[in-house]
């Protein structure tokens, strides 16, 4: 069931990720409704490797 959490929570996801699905942000949103989710589009699992700009650009969306 979903709880209250402390602090605010960004999800970053990458689309192509093979390790880590995409589909899991669903998962981790029902559990958090109050996170932030970010799709960070055509990158794999190192996205702040591959895309650093657009890693980035997330997070300080997220902290303003």
């Given amino acids: 069931a979903a709880k ?5 929570l960004l999800l970053l996801y990458a689309t192509r990720d093979p390790l880590v699905s995409p589909e899991n942000a669903a998962y981790l949103k029902r559990l958090v409704p109050a996170a932030k989710v970010t799709m960070i589009e055509h990158t794999s ?12 650009a997330a997070i300080d969306e997220f902290t303003r």
Avoid: K, L, R, S
């Fill in 45 to 56: 699992h190192f996205a702040h490797v591959d895309t650093p700009d657009a890693v980035v």
């Fill in 4 to 8: 209250p959490f402390p602090v605010p």
